[in-house]
Structures are given as structure tokens and as C-alpha cells.
């Protein structure tokens, strides 16, 4: 076995055997190239197999960087792509509270431009709107109520302009509409329920064209009240995310969904 694999002729079996001295040394000769030869076939069969295999690793290995690239650069281009909606999300936020914070000074200026004229319309005149309709004058031969002992309720209302809305609230730390008839009631002595569909019953019904500073205006169905403060104004608590503030009557929303009025 020596011979064979340190010989340097390209015959080396043949030289093998022709350096044995006897026939069984020939035999035995021959038998070791034999069982060489078939050895160096598996060994050849063994590399190639495994060449084979790390070829088609390779192959695999390559494949799977390739994907990894690609799914990185998919990922970077998603990254890039929600950075660039976050970025325009972010502006038009900053776009969307700018307008909110400039409506709400102006509404904020409004209101207290309508506080001011109700307040100066109240002192100036404070039972006109007792006996004269809010068209400005009654209808003839339509019955008179009798004039609201109340007016004084408006001042009391205007003092919490500017009060959160909060649901079920009946203080000045928040108040619902209703809530909001109840406390303001309450500081002149007068207990009304906590509820406007309750508050509806209570007192004399009042045509629109007699509303006086005081009486209660009911709509949406009896599921809103608010103060009368003359001049076809009210004071009330709208709804969430919103304050106490005076509306008009013929805004189109309370224009459309007007129940009625009652006077305490």
C-alpha cells in the first residue's frame, strides 16, 4: 500500500506486482491494489457527494442573503414610506389644532361679545321681554303669560360662561344642560330635577312669541333645555368637548328641533 500510493509511475499496481518475489506476495499484491482501488472510488464518490452539497448550500446560502436583502430593503422602503405618513399625519395634526385653537378664540371672542350685549340689553331693560314677545310684540288677542319672577336667573347664568360640559354634572366644576338649569335655579331658591324631560313639566308652557329672560327652552325632542336670555337668545351646556355659552334661537339646528318653553 506504501508502494502504491508513493510510487511516482503512472503504473503503479503493475509495478506492485512486478516487485513481488513470489506468487502469494503477487496475490497479496493484488488484493491490496484491488482494495485500494475501490477505496479510492468511495473516497471519490464521498468528495464528489459532498462537493455536490456544498454547491447546492452555496447555492441555498446565496438564495437566502438575496432574500434577506430583499426583505430589508422592503422593510427599509415600509419604514421610509410610514415615516413619510407619519410626518404628513403629524402636519396636518399640527394644522387641525392650529384651526381648532383659532375657532375656539374666536368663539370664546364671540361669546363674550354676546355676554356683553345680553348683560347690558338685561340692566338696560330688565322686564321689557316680560310682556313683549321675542319678535317684539304680542299678537293680538293672544293670552299674556303671567311675567317670569326669575329674570334674575339670567345674571346668575352668565357667571358660569365658559364652564366645561361633563355629563351628569351639576356644579360649577362642569354641568350638562340640564344640570345646568338645575344649579343656577337652585342659587335662587328653586329646586328643579336633574333631568330636562322632568324639567318640561314644571311651571306654566309659554308661547315662543312671549319668551321671556328666565324661561326654560326645550329641543331635540325634550333631550336638551337651556335658559332664555332674551334678544332670541338662550344660555346653556351643549354637549361634550364643549362650555356654557349663549346660542341664538334661530341657529338652524335649535330653529329645527324647537320643543317649547316653560316658565318657573
Known amino acids: 500500500m506504501v508502494a502504491i500510493y508513493t510510487a511516482d509511475s503512472d503504473n503503479t499496481t503493475l509495478d506492485v506486482i512486478l516487485g513481488a518475489k513470489s506468487l502469494d506476495e503477487i496475490l497479496n499484491r493484488l488484493d491490496t491494489a484491488s482494495r485500494v482501488s475501490a477505496q479510492d472510488s468511495q473516497v471519490i464518490g464521498e468528495v464528489r457527494s459532498f462537493q455536490g452539497l456544498v454547491k ?6 446565496k438564495k437566502a442573503r438575496l432574500d434577506q436583502e430583499r426583505i430589508v430593503a422592503e422593510r427599509r422602503a415600509q419604514k421610509a ?15 387641525v389644532r392650529g384651526q381648532i385653537a383659532q375657532l375656539q378664540a374666536q368663539e370664546h371672542s364671540r361669546q363674550l361679545a354676546l355676554a356683553r350685549q345680553a348683560q347690558e340689553r338685561f340692566q338696560s331693560q330688565p ?5 313683549v314677545g321675542a319678535s317684539g310684540s304680542t299678537p293680538e288677542g293672544a293670552a299674556v303669560v303671567a311675567p317670569s319672577q326669575y329674570g334674575g336667573v339670567v345674571g346668575i347664568a352668565m357667571k358660569y360662561l365658559g364652564t366645561p360640559y361633563v355629563w351628569g354634572g351639576s356644579s360649577p366644576a362642569g354641568f350638562d344642560c340640564s344640570g345646568f338649569v338645575a344649579y343656577v ?49 338662550f344660555i346653556h351646556a351643549p354637549h361634550t368637548g364643549d362650555v356654557v355659552k349663549i346660542s341664538s334661537m334661530s341657529e338652524s339646528w335649535y330653529a329645527s328641533t324647537y320643543v317649547g318653553a316653560r316658565r318657573i
Open 127 to 131: 322686564t321689557n321681554d316680560s310682556i
Open 185 to 233: 335655579y337652585g342659587q335662587m331658591g328653586v329646586s328643579l330635577p336633574h333631568y330636562s324631560g322632568a324639567q318640561y313639566g314644571v311651571g306654566t308652557p309659554v308661547p315662543r312669541d312671549q319668551l321671556a329672560p328666565g324661561d326654560l327652552v326645550f329641543f331635540d325632542g325634550l333631550g336638551h333645555v337651556g335658559i332664555y336670555i332674551g334678544g332670541g337668545q
Open 81 to 95: 414610506h410610514i415615516q413619510a405618513q407619519l410626518r404628513q399625519r403629524r402636519a396636518l395634526l399640527a394644522s
Open 56 to 61: 447546492r448550500e452555496r447555492a441555498q446560502l
